[in-house]
């Protein structure tokens, strides 16, 4: 799975969140990450996934100026299986 907003910060932070069927939290990473080398794309893998719905939740760290209320996420999933 990989995730990405087009309007990002150093100053805010997305984490995002790979919750299996059971929700258990199979795999999470953080936007830009500690690099600085992805400032707004994450990608999220977990091995054998058992079937189910699975769920990506993003828990948005944004440093609130009240201009805006919503940040636009994308997120592709792709089975290699």
């Keep these: 799975m990989s995730c990405q907003t087009a309007d990002v910060s150093a100053d805010n932070a997305i984490t995002y969140y790979l919750v299996s069927p059971t929700g ?9 990450d500690a690099a600085g080398t992805s400032p707004g794309t994450v990608t999220l ?27 636009t996420v994308a997120c592709t999933v792709t089975d290699t299986g």
């Design 24 to 32: 258990t939290v199979a795999a999470k990473g953080t936007t830009p």
């Design 45 to 71: 893998t977990t091995a054998e996934p058992v079937t189910g719905t699975w769920e990506i939740d993003v828990e948005l760290g944004l440093t609130e100026s009240g201009n805006e209320f919503t940040q």
